[in-house]
């Protein structure tokens, strides 16, 4: 079993930045490949990036692509996703998200997940 709690989300101007966290329980973080996802009001929740358990491969998807970037400290259990040049349509509720396999991007191919934190960008 692993727990999720993701945090740094808030309010930021476009063009800001924001560093999201995700910390994870358990001992077996270092074996999961991990995930974020957003969700927009009114929208599917939709694949940002993963990075793989052992950290050497990320995607992401285009529209974040250049501009996020995931990363992983295994010996904090922690993933993070830095999001720079943000855009209002970076606004969302975004996930962070745990899963055995490798880096893939849909979300029911995923075991455990946070509750989310609130990402606003004004215009």
């Known amino acids: 079993q692993v727990q999720l709690v993701e945090s740094g989300g808030g309010l930021v101007q476009a063009g800001g930045s924001l560093r999201l966290s995700c910390a994870a329980s358990?001992?077996?973080?270092?074996?999961?490949?991990m995930g974020w996802f957003r969700q927009a009001p009114g929208k599917e929740r939709e694949f940002v990036a993963v990075?793989?358990?052992?950290?050497?491969?990320?995607y992401y998807a285009d529209s974040v692509k250049g501009r996020f970037t995931i990363s992983r400290d295994n010996a904090k259990n922690t993933v993070y996703l830095q999001m720079n040049s943000l855009k209002p349509e970076d606004t969302a509720v975004y996930f962070c998200?745990?899963?055995?396999?490798?880096?893939?991007?849909?979300?029911?191919?995923?075991?455990?997940w946070g509750q989310g934190t609130q990402v606003t960008v004004s215009s």
């Open positions: 998200a745990a899963n055995r396999g490798g880096t893939n991007r849909s979300p029911s191919l995923y075991d455990f």
């Open positions: 358990g001992r077996t973080f270092s074996s999961y490949s």
């Open positions: 990075i793989r358990w052992s950290g050497d491969s990320t």
